[in-house]
């Protein structure tokens, strides 16, 4: 990830969405520059390169305009570096219903631990986590159907949904221990709960996934900037 590099990856470690572009780029061995952002107090790069939304991640690659958006820049990844470690199918329906799945765990999923960090009470918090783990479990049906009988969504090795999931393995953990509450279980959901420790240690992923400390400090940032 030295300086340099055509590809360039505007991102904070903390972030999940961030997170996932630096597996695509891992699994397709793609050498890029990490260009920290503080989100605090945000750059001007990034306020340039993503005017719309001003949020991480934004990819730019040498002299191209500034592609925003996790699930865009991944497509575009596998796009352009398409003879290494593909991560869609090849068969359209089969993309189509990948990224159906996708699109639920960024508007229906993930946003269910943002609201339970908001929601005060405990009988608000229930609701919350029953609505997860009633999403976990469409999950585990989800991973049966995608996976075959083989170790991930993507059949053989990681693919697309295992990387739109796999970036919130850190966060998974920690909103489990910070609420007591398990996401995925031997019980409700054995085969995600199996393809969770198995993706845990992919190389792609290892270096990438925030250690507990880290989103830790970053929960305390949330709490503060966006009570």
């Not at 329906?93 to 946003?111: E, G, H, I, S, V």
Request: one cysteine or more; aromatic letters at 12%; a negative charge.
């Amino acid at each position: 990830m030295g300086k340099g590099s055509e590809i360039k990856l505007i991102g904070t470690a903390e972030s999940p969405y961030v997170n996932r572009v630096q597996i695509v780029l891992n699994l397709k061995s793609i050498d890029y520059e990490f260009v920290e952002e503080n989100l605090t107090c945000k750059s001007e790069l990034l306020l340039t390169s993503n005017p719309v939304y001003k949020k991480v991640p934004v990819l730019i690659h040498a002299n191209k305009p500034p592609i925003p958006e996790s699930l865009i820049i991944i497509e575009y990844l596998d796009e352009i570096y398409s003879d290494v470690h593909p991560i869609l199918p090849s068969d359209p329906l089969a993309r189509a219903d990948n990224r159906f799945w996708a699109n639920y765990m960024d508007t229906k999923f993930f946003p269910l631990f943002e609201e339970l960090r908001k929601t005060p009470g405990k009988e608000g918090k229930k609701a919350i986590v029953k609505q997860i783990i009633e999403g976990s479990q469409l999950l585990e049906e989800a991973f049966v159907k995608f996976s075959n009988g083989k170790p991930y969504f993507g059949g053989d090795d990681v693919g697309y949904l295992d990387v739109v999931l796999g970036c919130f393995l850190g966060w998974t953990k920690f909103v489990e221990k910070h609420n007591e509450f398990k996401i995925f279980d031997e019980a409700r959901t054995p085969k995600l709960l199996e393809w969770t420790n198995r993706i845990w240690s992919h190389e792609a992923l290892k270096d990438v996934i925030p250690g507990s400390e880290t989103l830790k400090n970053f929960y305390m940032i949330l709490m503060k900037y966006k009570p």
